[in-house]
């Protein structure tokens, strides 16, 4: 899935929703990890992509409460 895509099925999602997607790209990072310290890991690329995508969520995460903060 490009980026672009990505931000904008997250930017769909409710909080909810967006913490149970944090906790599965946490849980993932976890497991890419483990394989690393193993030497299982034959992409090391996954590693940094999936730090980029939990730090997206978080971002859309903080504007929607930015957002709601403002509207009340």
């Given at each position: 899935m490009k980026t672009t895509e990505?931000?904008?099925t997250l930017r769909d999602k409710s909080p909810a929703d967006?913490?149970?997607?944090l906790a599965a790209l946490r849980k993932e990072?976890?497991?890419l990890r483990m394989q690393a310290a193993v030497?299982?890991?034959?992409?090391s690329n996954l590693v940094h992509d999936v730090?980029?995508?939990i730090a997206r969520v978080k971002t859309?995460?903080?504007q929607q409460a930015?957002?709601?903060a403002?509207?009340?």
């Amino acid at each position: 899935m490009k980026t672009t895509e990505f931000v904008k099925t997250l930017r769909d999602k409710s909080p909810a929703d967006l913490k149970t997607e944090l906790a599965a790209l946490r849980k993932e990072q976890f497991n890419l990890r483990m394989q690393a310290a193993v030497g299982q890991l034959t992409q090391s690329n996954l590693v940094h992509d999936v730090r980029k995508k939990i730090a997206r969520v978080k971002t859309i995460m903080q504007q929607q409460a930015q957002k709601q903060a403002k509207a009340s």
